[in-house]
């Protein structure tokens, strides 16, 4: 997109005053195209996408206030959401990161175990949203279990039947979830959970403190949460210590972990194709075991 059309988005959301000075890309993300604004008024983030619509960054919108509302994580505001000739776009501050404080580690777990006491009365939210740019139902259910197979493994698992990577077998292990899982998970009052929590959707803030980004929000089982930053690495055993600390959890959590994954996996194999069908296959043999 030209400069022109990224100081019009500036002068609607912040006044006619503001002058956009520079841009830059800002490259690893899947999903949309982002661009820092530098300005006269500090600096901003842009990011739009030409196949979207505006509730898919209404949602965000909504994840990141509910997180900031409800815990002491650093989290851009968002600016404005609009539609445009070619697609939508959001526009938010922009987090000037810094070098991590040398207690980087240990607020995060603090932070994340304080925002996983936020609770409500049943598992799921008063709205759907995404994970990645899948679509993530959230409708209410009383127990984990049922929240976990109806809103988050099913969906998924019928989707990959679509994209042609799981087949009827892979069915009837999926029906093995309920039954053997049941009682398997220990009993929690729901949490407030990021939701899409792995290293990539952490940053660093200007004081050099945790700052989250990219949410997919729901009350959930917070074992879920801290199953999803084993997955692909980057969390420091101090953040780990840090939580153990401040809200430790139930012995056996490393038993639990593959299981609380199965969804993620399930996520990226319908995003990023069949090298993840192997882990998938993995866990659900596993759960005969138990």
Same mark, same amino acid.
């Given at each position: 997109?030209?400069?022109?059309?990224?100081?019009? $988005?500036?002068?609607?959301?912040?006044? &006619?005053?503001?002058?956009?000075?520079?841009?830059? &890309?800002?490259?690893?993300?899947?999903?949309? @195209?982002?661009? %820092?604004? #530098?300005?006269? %008024?500090?600096?901003?983030?842009? %990011?739009? &996408?030409?196949?979207?619509?505006? +509730?898919?960054?209404?949602?965000?919108?909504?994840?990141?206030?509910?997180?900031?509302?409800?815990?002491?994580?650093?989290?851009?505001?968002?600016?404005?959401?609009?539609?445009?000739?070619?697609?939508?776009?959001?526009?938010?501050?922009?987090?000037?990161? #810094?070098?991590?404080?040398?207690?980087?580690?240990?607020?995060?777990?603090?932070?994340?175990?304080?925002?996983?006491?936020?609770?409500?009365?049943?598992?799921?939210?008063? !709205?759907?949203?995404? $994970?990645?740019?899948?679509?993530?139902?959230?409708?209410?259910?009383? %127990?984990? $279990?049922?929240?976990?197979?109806?809103?988050?493994?099913?969906?998924?698992?019928?989707? #990959?039947?679509?994209?042609?990577?799981?087949?009827?077998?892979?069915?009837?292990?999926?029906?093995?979830?309920?039954?053997?899982? @049941?009682?398997?998970?220990?009993?929690?009052?729901?949490?407030?959970? +990021?939701?899409?929590?792995?290293?990539?959707?952490?940053?660093?803030?200007?004081?050099?403190?945790?700052?989250?980004?990219?949410?997919?929000?729901?009350?959930?089982?917070?074992?879920?949460?801290?199953?999803?930053?084993?997955?692909?690495?980057?969390?420091?055993?101090?953040?780990?210590?840090?939580?153990?600390?401040?809200?430790?959890?139930? @012995?056996? $959590?490393?038993?639990?972990?593959?299981? !609380?994954?199965?969804?993620?996996?399930?996520?990226?194999?319908?995003?990023?194709?069949? #090298?993840?069908?192997?882990?998938?296959?993995?866990?659900?043999?596993?759960?005969?075991?138990?």
């Amino acid at each position: 997109m030209s400069e022109a059309f990224y100081q019009e $988005i500036l002068k609607k959301h912040l006044g &006619n005053d503001i002058q956009l000075l520079e841009t830059n &890309n800002i490259t690893g993300g899947c999903i949309n @195209e982002s661009i %820092k604004l #530098s300005t006269n %008024k500090g600096n901003f983030f842009i %990011k739009h &996408n030409a196949k979207l619509k505006t +509730h898919f960054f209404d949602v965000e919108r909504k994840g990141l206030n509910l997180i900031r509302d409800n815990s002491d994580f650093t989290v851009p505001k968002v600016i404005g959401i609009g539609e445009f000739e070619h697609g939508v776009y959001l526009i938010m501050e922009h987090i000037n990161s #810094s070098r991590s404080s040398h207690d980087y580690w240990e607020k995060m777990g603090n932070y994340l175990a304080e925002m996983h006491k936020v609770t409500q009365p049943e598992f799921g939210l008063n !709205y759907h949203n995404y $994970i990645g740019r899948l679509p993530q139902l959230n409708n209410k259910e009383e %127990k984990w $279990i049922d929240f976990f197979v109806n809103q988050r493994i099913v969906p998924q698992y019928e989707m #990959s039947v679509q994209n042609g990577f799981l087949k009827q077998h892979h069915l009837d292990k999926i029906y093995l979830i309920k039954e053997k899982l @049941e009682n398997y998970f220990p009993k929690e009052s729901p949490a407030l959970l +990021h939701g899409d929590l792995w290293s990539g959707n952490t940053m660093v803030g200007a004081l050099g403190e945790p700052c989250l980004i990219d949410p997919a929000v729901y009350y959930g089982h917070r074992e879920a949460e801290l199953a999803f930053t084993t997955l692909f690495g980057g969390f420091d055993d101090a953040f780990f210590n840090a939580y153990n600390e401040t809200y430790p959890w139930e @012995e056996g $959590i490393k038993e639990r972990i593959p299981f !609380y994954n199965l969804y993620p996996l399930l996520v990226h194999l319908n995003l990023f194709g069949e #090298s993840y069908l192997s882990e998938i296959e993995e866990v659900l043999n596993r759960l005969e075991g138990i």
